[in-house]
């Protein structure tokens, strides 16, 4: 072989050389650990982990809190409880809790100390409706799908995806992640989860929702899912509705709903949901006192205001709230039982609502007229 040649073959093979060991470095500068690889380590600096619901958890916030409990355990073995405060609210969680037996507890106080790492999820950290804020608990991440500003916050571990449908979806990517099987009960759990959080006016699907989607779909059971959407209703809860429609007011395009008695709480909520689903209503605000607390139901429209941004203003200094873009909840606590202090709550909370709404303070009507309602009884 000359030695021109000679010499352009080694050139070629060392240049190959070269670039064959760039690519690898650039790989491995590009490559880095999984977003369920990063939270493992956060929590592997701790002896137990405690994951942390919103108040009343709703199918998301149980979904994702057992996800977090499957993956803590089968990957570091540490001990991990699921907590939130309040209440199982719709018939249909309660349902599904019974059929699903998901590994979560509803407690009133928390401890705390420097060996326990708390994991938000399915929640902001600056919402009121869960055990943290009121015990001024910060904790060492936050797993969420809520539009918040905990982007800033300075904590060890952060997953917050605004354009995910649900943070049961985000916790599924975890398990996948880990090649952790989800089971038949977790896997339906995750699925009820995001069906019940795309309902009214939350309908985005990211590439992501729509991936786990279709992974939970084999390990799901469509019969339990199924059982679960119609859960049993009680006599109570019929008389519960018939008397919200009757005592709903409209205030132009804003409906008000405050039940006198509620015999279950899901009722706030149904109602609400049913209410914004009105042609000339965009924004509604139901209310019951159910015990000695005041449940909020909020809904506004695909076009309307952030619900929970309206909510929270509505409830500033009286209790608290959280929530989606056009679905929230919130709770006054400690209601004083009798008419005159109902009275003056009720009417507080209806002026803040029609002037967050930015409705002048005007005489309401029915959405079912009076003389329909007396017409009916005499039938």
Known sequence: MSGSVFDSCVLSSVAAFHICISSIMTNNQVSSPSTSSRLLEVLDAYER????????????????????EVLVHER?????????????????NRYMVELLHPPIELVDDIFVDGQTATI??????????????????????IIDHHVTGNGSLAMPFTDIRPNVAASAMITASYL???GIDPG????????????????????????????MLTWLT????????????????????????????????LYGDVAICFLPRAAGVEIVGEVADMLVRCDDIRSVLCAAIVGDDLLISARTSRDSDSAVLLLQKTLHGLGGAGGHSHRAGGK??????GARATDNLYDQLHSRWLSVCDVTRQRGSRLIAKHEIVQNLHR
Not at 120 to 140: F, M, Q, S, Y
Request: glycine share 6%; proline share 5%.
């Open 76 to 92: 570091l073995q540490k001990p991990v409880r699921v907590i939130a405060g309040g209440a199982i609210v719709r018939a249909e």
């Open 332 to 337: 006054v606590s400690g209601i004083k039982h």
């Open 120 to 141: 938000l999820v399915d929640c902001g950290l600056e919402a009121t409706n869960h055990l943290l804020t009121r015990h001024n608990i910060k904790p060492v991440g």
């Open 184 to 211: 038949a009960k977790l896997a339906t759990a995750m699925l009820y989860a995001v069906r019940t959080e795309t309902c009214g006016h939350e309908t985005h699907f990211s590439q992501l929702d729509r991936t």
């Open 176 to 178: 996948q992640e880990q």
């Open 49 to 68: 982990v405690l994951v942390v619901m919103h108040d009343n958890p709703d199918p998301d916030a149980i979904a994702s809190g057992w996800a977090i």
């Open 218 to 249: 084999e390990f799901g059971e469509p019969e339990l899912l199924a059982e679960i959407q119609n859960a049993p209703l009680t006599r109570d809860y019929f008389a519960d509705l018939l008397l919200a429609l009757q005592s709903t007011f």
